[in-house]
């Protein structure tokens, strides 16, 4: 066999990207699939951020930037952190990447040293794990109560801290668990983080997806605590732009700049182009993101009415982010088609199988009694999908 690093043998494939990639193959082949895996707005980049990236080609702004970022572009986040976050940053505490992914691995590249211990609140988001133990940390799973819709629990946060605890990776809204922060929340765990020197790294995405007229709030914001936190954010969610691949961090000089170091060694700047959108998208109008949330609201409330219509009850509704995430724990042991369900893998198996439905299972996300459910998909597709997952449960007992 040949010859590969054990670390990377025992990389588990990101399933999103997996399950993804799979219905979309499944779809080439002619097999009409719905996929409700990804968290990707399926709406067009706005006219104007796709303009500015036309114009940067025909200017031939086709070279590297600076390593961090353009001076404009880290301006324009600057900005962005103070007037939305109220987060406030000098140009060298910020550092433009490839993807909030990216912004995520060069922060942990910056941060950890072998045998270093990250703390990771479950339900996670997928790649969390996976980017710890390739930066050589130790991820430190801590599950949060189904039963309270996996809401932060700080006391259990306090319990998890060693002494070779480094960083807490949080995540508000909280993909998969769809719930958000409130300021109280937020306020509890950093009052607890100033207590001790670890950073937090807020991974801080789906920041704009927050429905019902919640407000996100962001931890580095809190008086004390500002040394303490690494924001991450991009513009993938915000404005449709899964493809162009930027993502950006501020947080203190020292780890930005380790960050950077390791960019620069790995992948240089950010795509130029991209960048440019960027300024569009961050400076220009933000109409296009109210009018996605109110049409995420709108899915969202669909999906719920017709989970709740199969429960004989309300389900939780996800109060941000992009997904659903409900238990299914009851359909392990049944049998459908012959086949025995024995976990959510096998459900998700089953529903992509035979009723051509891709949902990402629990395990992925540190919750194997659970399936995620993406509404960021067109009213045709979540009516065809919400049929077909219907009827694939009703078909299990
Ligand atoms: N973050 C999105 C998701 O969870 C996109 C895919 C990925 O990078 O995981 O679906």
């Not at 211990?117 to 930066?135: H, N």
């Not at 009052?191 to 807020?202: F, G, H, P, R, Y």
Request: charged letters at 25%; aromatic letters at 6%.
């Amino acid at each position: 066999m040949r010859h590969l690093s054990t670390k990377v043998r025992n990389l588990e494939e990101s399933q999103t990207l997996l399950l993804t990639q799979r219905a979309r193959l499944l779809q080439d082949a002619g097999v009409d699939v719905v996929s409700l895996t990804a968290g990707e707005p399926d709406f067009p980049t706005p006219a104007h951020i796709k303009e500015a990236a036309l114009r940067a080609i025909e200017a031939d702004f086709t070279h590297y930037t600076a390593n961090q970022g353009t001076a404009e572009l880290i301006e324009a986040v600057i900005d962005k952190f103070s007037s939305d976050n109220d987060l406030h940053f000098s140009p060298d505490q910020v550092l433009v990447s490839s993807g909030a992914k990216h912004s995520i691995f060069n922060a942990l590249c910056a941060i950890l040293n072998p045998g270093d211990e990250v703390i990771i609140p479950a339900p996670y988001w997928v790649s969390y794990p996976a980017i710890v133990r390739l930066a050589d940390g130790v991820p430190v799973i801590l599950p949060f109560e189904a039963a309270t819709g996996f809401r932060p629990d700080v006391r259990r946060l306090r319990r998890a801290i060693g002494p070779k605890t480094r960083v807490l990776i949080l995540n508000t809204p909280c993909n998969p668990t769809g719930i958000v922060f409130t300021r109280s929340e937020v306020e509890e765990i950093a009052a607890m983080v100033k207590e001790t020197n670890l950073t937090v790294i807020s991974d801080e995405i789906y920041e704009k997806m927050v429905f019902d007229g919640r407000k996100h709030v962001s931890i580095g914001s809190l008086k004390g605590i500002r040394d303490q936190v690494v924001t991450v954010n991009g513009v993938s969610k915000a404005y449709a732009m899964t493809g162009w691949r930027i993502g950006y961090m501020g947080g203190p000089e020292e780890i930005i700049r380790a960050a950077g170091k390791v960019q620069g060694q790995v992948t240089n700047n950010a795509n130029s182009i991209a960048q440019k959108a960027t300024v569009a998208a961050l400076r220009g109008p933000q109409g296009p993101i109210d009018a996605m949330r109110t049409q995420f609201q709108l899915r969202r409330d669909y999906v719920a009415r017709r989970l709740s219509a199969r429960e004989g009850g309300e389900v939780r509704s996800p109060e941000g982010a992009m997904f659903f995430f409900p238990g299914v724990e009851r359909c392990f042991g049944m049998r459908a088609r012959g086949n025995l369900i024995r976990n959510a893998s096998d459900l998700a198996e089953h529903l992509l199988e035979h009723h051509h439905v891709a949902l990402v299972p629990g395990e992925a996300f540190g919750a194997p009694g659970h399936i995620r459910l993406s509404f960021a998909a067109s009213m045709g597709d979540l009516e065809k999908g919400m049929d077909r997952l219907l009827r694939g449960l009703q078909e299990i007992q």
